[in-house]
């Protein structure tokens, strides 16, 4: 079956710092690849996503690429800021037999100090 | 941007009670809505997919009796957690989308502690 991993938490860093949590899948087919993010006491929001191989997803300053040789869809961000603690899921959606399902990571809490 | 709502955000009930939380979806026609339930440090797991005026399609290991799932109308879909026991206790996520190509949009959680 298909599953997400991504790197434990928590995580620290100090603002201005370079940011990537790590993110490996395996799934059948081709999947569509996810980082979504949830703020304290908010819903998951969508930050960004690739659909096929070498995709590059951006938004906010945060960025992945899917990497389909390695398996891998690592989320980077150039210099945090305190604004952006919050809970990060990687996830992918398969559409095979025509149900478009999501498989979530565990989630990497990231704290950023001020 | 689209919004889903959920209601409780947070309930206790004792043990063999049941509890309902309600989903809505509300500036959009949600024609799919699912619902996850999350455990402590662990992933969202999903539970089951609801089309409106259609039986949900249940997970494997997901029970259908204990977990009965409501998507009457294109803007509101209700988990009922029947009979609860503390095992149940848990986070419920709703997610809604309009179509088969959108994203799914997510509600702020549900938090369920059975006593």
């Known amino acids: 079956g298909n599953s997400v991993t991504q790197m434990e938490g928590p995580v620290t860093l100090s603002e201005e710092a370079f940011l990537t949590i790590n993110c490996t899948y395996t799934?059948?087919?081709?999947?569509?690849l996810f980082w979504y993010v949830q703020y304290p006491g908010e819903g998951l929001q969508l930050l960004l996503k690739?659909?096929?191989?070498?995709d590059k997803g951006s938004n906010k300053g945060f960025e992945a690429t899917y990497r389909k040789e390695t398996t891998s869809f690592h989320l980077e961000k150039g210099s945090v800021q305190v604004s952006d603690s919050a809970v990060y899921f990687c996830?992918?959606?398969?559409?095979?037999?025509?149900?478009?399902?999501?498989?979530f990571g565990t989630g990497t809490r990231l704290t950023i100090i001020p | 941007g689209a919004v889903v709502s959920q209601h409780p955000s947070r309930v206790i009930c004792k043990s063999g009670t049941s509890v309902k939380i309600e989903c809505r979806s509300l500036d959009f026609q949600a024609t799919t809505m699912f619902w996850y339930r999350q455990f402590p440090k662990q992933s969202l797991m999903l539970m089951a997919t609801s089309n409106e005026g259609s039986k949900a399609t249940y997970e494997q290991g997901v029970e259908k009796d204990k977990f009965l799932i409501n998507h009457a109308s294109l803007t509101l879909s209700t988990l009922t957690v029947t009979s609860a026991h503390p095992e149940d206790s848990s986070f419920y996520i709703c997610?809604?989308?309009?179509?088969?190509?959108?994203?799914?949009?997510f509600g702020p959680g549900t938090r369920l502690t059975v006593t």
């Open positions: 996830a992918l959606s398969d559409r095979s037999g025509g149900n478009e399902k999501l498989t």
């Open positions: 799934a059948t087919g081709y999947p569509s």
């Open positions: 997610s809604a989308r309009d179509s088969p190509n959108y994203e799914q949009y």
């Open positions: 690739a659909t096929k191989a070498d």
